[in-house]
């Protein structure tokens, strides 16, 4: 099993659980990030890790995260996604907020 964090751990369960198959598509209206800095940082993991590959999906700039192989070894359990994933993936859409 690699050295991964935590987080990238509970992102991989969370989003990428079937590996080449599973994509996840994020960016806010203009294409502002949603991702809260929690799961920035497990999300660059992933990527530098290999576990993720990261794109830009359109002309705005909203990215495309595609989950590989090497993320079926790496997924929790329930019982280890119900301890540790008790923490929130995105945040508000910043062109929401009041």
Known sequence: MANLSMDARVLITTFFLNGDRSTLRIGGEGAQSVLSDRAA???????????????????FGRMEYVGTDKCHAERLSFSQIEEHGRWSATKPNPARAA
Do not use: H, K, Q
């Open 41 to 59: 940082a497990a999300m660059e993991e992933l990527v530098t890790g290999g576990y993720v590959t990261a794109s830009e999906f359109n002309r």
